[in-house]
């Protein structure tokens, strides 16, 4: 009877500890609004630069564990110190990715044309910023959005070309508290943020859960973003998974049912 109930509760075990993971891709099909057409726009309005190589944007994979780590990484050609930019922060939304579509000079066979006219004013407002300089978390206050207009407001960049309105940093307050924490690198070609998502969704969260995020990352003068989201639906038990629990649970009782009946 021990050695059946330490297989079946293994079992279980199994079933339900193992850690899987999924990932998202979202490709750079976003350009954002506020810049001006030149001889410095690439790649159908995507990238502003001199060369086309400095500030690309590749795309951007998230993968989620089924024990809410997560990895967000992106692949871009650019580097920090560029041109006098860095790294901008990552913003994240807990509530879906609701960016603004111009319908208007939306053209639905060209996927660049859908997002021209979204800026922070006009598009998403994210719930949380990882701030990549510190390595801290926020809970996001509208007010201390940085934006690549203010970042590059002295007057010695006005003949400089960027993509205005776009949010790329996150100033809190001196006395404003991180939330939590996360771990950054980069390598080559790829950015990498990772943390655990109880740090957003609260311990409660669980794989089972509804999840619906976006997320958006520039360098500070904003000359290529990449924003998307990604969905999963609560999950429903598989009834292969259900079967086999049910199973060990009857097969407990019916072995303990027998011993009594054998005292």
């Not at 001889?39 to 795309?59: L, P, Q, S």
């Not at 650019?78 to 208007?104: A, C, K, Q």
């Not at 943390?195 to 995020?213: A, I, K, V």
């Not at 990449?226 to 598989?238: L, M, N, T």
Request: proline share 2%.
């Amino acid at each position: 009877m021990k050695r059946l109930t330490i297989y079946l509760l293994l079992s279980v075990f199994w079933i339900t500890g193992t850690v899987h993971a999924s990932t998202w891709k979202i490709n750079d099909e976003y350009i954002g609004g506020k810049y001006d057409d030149s001889n410095y726009v690439k790649e159908e309005g995507d990238v502003i630069a001199i060369n086309t190589r400095e500030f690309d944007i590749d795309w951007m994979n998230v993968t989620i564990k089924t024990n809410g780590d997560v990895k967000v990484r992106i692949k871009t050609r650019y580097e920090d110190g560029t041109r006098d930019t860095t790294y901008g922060d990552l913003f994240v939304s807990t509530d879906g990715w609701n960016p603004y579509v111009d319908l208007s000079s939306w053209d639905s066979e060209d996927t660049y044309e859908r997002y021209r006219s979204d800026t922070y004013e006009t598009g998403e407002r994210w719930e949380y910023a990882l701030s990549t300089s510190s390595g801290k978390i926020y809970s996001v206050d509208a007010d201390n959005i940085w934006r690549s207009d203010q970042e590059f407001a002295d007057p010695y960049y006005q003949d400089h070309w960027y993509r205005h309105g776009q949010e790329v940093l996150y100033k809190p307050e001196n006395e404003e508290t991180p939330v939590g924490s996360f771990a950054f690198s980069h390598s080559g070609s790829m950015i990498k943020y990772a943390f655990n998502l109880s740090t957003l969704l609260g311990e409660d969260w669980s794989w089972e859960d509804e999840l619906d995020l976006g997320f958006h990352w520039a360098m500070t003068c904003a000359n290529d973003v990449i924003e998307g989201g990604i969905y999963k639906a609560a999950a429903v038990p598989e009834p292969g998974t259900m079967l086999l629990l049910g199973m060990g649970i009857a097969g407990l009782g019916a072995a303990g049912k027998k011993r009594f009946r054998k005292q």
